[in-house]
């Protein structure tokens, strides 16, 4: 069995029903069919009196309780991007609750109530869709509720519901007198919901946009008190490691596991799928068991090519024409008629996530009941998954989300490949205790899913006029849905996340091809912050400025010319030009480079500004961000978020790559792979476009202009254009 | 045996001598604020103060602190922690906090050498702290504040 095409698909997302489910997001949620997201109805009031008053529930996203407190159940995994804080702020906002009263906890597995609204009925967090999906869904929440709260007391004060206000948590009369929200909690559970609860006018809102909304989770992380997958303790829980092959595709021919089993503590070695795993009293104990196991793999199935190699056959492949994803005008006559022709190629390495919790679940399979704790970013494949390891329905399958210790995608998986290594584990194991499996550093760095490899080819044509009449890119990459559940969203020739970000260029330019090759290898891939935006923004933006170059162009004045039809990304770029000082004098040893490019429907440019020493060695000094993301729900996380983003995709594009020797990982820890540090920081400085549209993610936006625009800077010394990643801490000068 | 002060308690240890500190602290004596990242003192996360001083627990045998005494960051409650926690909250610098115990625990080693570190010294005394939400931006605008308000109430 191979292992790596071991994917459960319980669900297929066609694009059909992801149009049918966005589509009805975007024209308001409670039609067609779907049920309000608050389903109290008359439920509460059949409960005896006692049960009410335990807990009055707010349909499946809010519970307002009696002691006045107001839960926010999060659909969506935190991983860093805040969205336990912006989704609460929704429906704070709506309810007109004080933000002090504001709870949440994450929600339980279950597609039929928490799906993602982009991904039909599935349940995930990914492609920087959390607040963007929920918007009008907790937006519709939130008015409900305070519509309840508001019947309640008109009920109780005999008054015309006309002459109540809400604001700051309290639910007040005209006269002056008025109730809390947990003295409402139990007469509210009784009232029946509305059916087009009336939202606010966004000019009304009083929490939404205000600069700093505190975050919800700084206390508890800031304390060591958050609880992570890592910290989970459950009575009788065992902790279990797991040795994978040495090679992608590998099997276990035989294990000698003598020697792991004498050590004090080391209660089993199983043998898995996907490799040896050692079950002990203790992670220590467990580890020091790995290390002397003695496994004979079968390799006949295993991925040995080089990352040498791949390139060859990337750069073969090139050569011919791929699937045609984007082909407007005509290219091939524009660059007949051309007066010159400008051309580059791009390398960009497999890039590894590295979330700073080393991947890790921990699973309990009692019965006929399976339980997971773990960062689960697509709960409804996990729960997949596990129905398929235990044979149990979706029903018994229960998943306890926990805050996840970074993921930048690397918890999405397709085939949930760590909750596998736990699940299968405990599987073999018979054990009906809870085993927590912990991947050590080394099993991260080497677990495969890279961010994938992708060689770019760009050619333009300049015509007679002086005007860039042609533009054709080419890419060869691996394909990250064909395989997956998610297979259905290619419609095209080839897998559209392996051009995004170049098939949808934005610049006006009447010939215009994009083409690509999938290629065929057997090193696991996965979407990295941003996905396809992470190779193709560099690849465009980079490409552009050389353009801009030969033409004696201004990079913002090029950009802005073709950007006409597109005022979104002529606002940002305008904004963050403006703030960076562009065109001012610098002196003689720094320089600027701009980069703008939409990613996941908000739109980011960025000015980085650095310093290159006589010996080729630079810094980043400076990076100016402007984003417009619609409306900006929580500002604070937002400029976070670019922070984030800027430092992410700065890190992987100075230092960061994986590289293969026949078929194994070279890299297994940070002292060979490197991401940004403190000392590489720059100082940074956001700016958020005021907006009117609905709100648009940010936790993936921030990342794709950072490169091109750092390379666009050193552009200014270089001998030539940056197109090698990563590029290191020295450029060879002009 | 290995006998040491953790969190102003006495604990004591019998076992393999190689074991490391962090994981007895984790698992043994269930203190799960410090974090395990990486395993070979690479990033951090594992931050505890030894004697003091910030070391990485992942890395430490626990033949290494005899008699020492180990302040994790459920056991820091100086004023120097204290307002360097409150800036963290304050300036809301954390994203997923996965490494933010480690971040914390060698800022206010940091600030109890030196009360005002230029950004010189914040990117030496940091740099071993991996963050891979890259809040470093904030930690430093969090690590300049606490030292104003430590001197405020000097």
Redesign the interface.
Known sequence: MNLFRFIPQPLKVSRRQFIRVSSLAGAGFAIGGISLPLSVSGKAAEDAPEKAVEQAGYGHFIKITPDNKVTVVIKHL?????VTTGLTAIVAEELDASWEQMHWEFAPADATKYNNLFWGPVQGTGGSSSIANSWMQLRQAGAAARQLLIQAAAKKWKVSAADISVSQGRVKHTSGKSFSFGELANLAAQEIPPQNPVLKNPAQFTLIGTP?I??I????????????T??V?LPGML?AVILHPPRFGATIKSVDKTAAMKIKGVRQVVETPRGVGVIAD???TAL?ARNVLKVDWDESLVEKRSSSDLWREYKDLAKKEGGVVRNDGDVNAAFNNADKTIELAFEFPYLA??????LNCTVQIKGDHCEIWTGSQIQTLDQGTLAQITGLPLSNIKVNTQ??????GRRAVPDSDFVLDAALIAKASGLNVPIAM?W???DDMRGGRYRPMAYHTFKAAIDKKGNLSAWHQRVVSQSLLRGTPFEGMIQGPVDPTITEGGHTLPYHIENLKVDAHEAKVGIPILWWRSVGHTHNAFATEVFFDEVARSLEQDPVEFRLKLLKDHPRHAGVLKLAAEKAGWGKKLPANKSRGVAVHESFNSFVAQVAEVTVNKNGSFKVDKIVCAVDCGIAVTP??IK?QM??????GL?AVLGEQITIADGKVEQS???DYF?????N?P??EVHIVKSAEAPTGVGEPGTPPAGPAVANALRHFSKKPITVLPIGNKIDLA | MTKFTLNGKTVTYKG?AN??LL?FVR??E?L?????????A??G?CTMHLNGNPVRACSTPMSAVNGATVT???GISSKVANAV?SA??TL??????????GQ?MSAVALLKNNPSPSDAD???A??G????????????AAIHNAASQLAKEA
């Open positions: 935190d991983k860093g991007q805040g700093h505190p975050r989770d700084s206390k508890e992380k800031s304390r060591g008190k958050a609880q992570y890592i910290d303790k902790r203790s992670y220590w020091q996530h590295a979330t700073m919790e080393p805050f996840a210790g970074g993921s930048f912990q050590a550093r080394e604070d996380v976070a922070e984030g983003g800027i430092g992410f890190g820890n940070f002292f991401p940004m540090r403190m000392e920081m100082e940074i | 393999d074991k490391t994981w698992e043994d269930g799960t604020g410090s974090k395990f990242g990486c395993g070979v690479m990033c996360a994790t960051i459920e926690q963290w909250e809301d610098v954390v994203q997923c906090g996965y490494c933010q115990s914390i914040i990117d030496s940091m740099n702290n991996l963050c891979r939400c890259a809040t470093y931006h904030r930690i430093r």
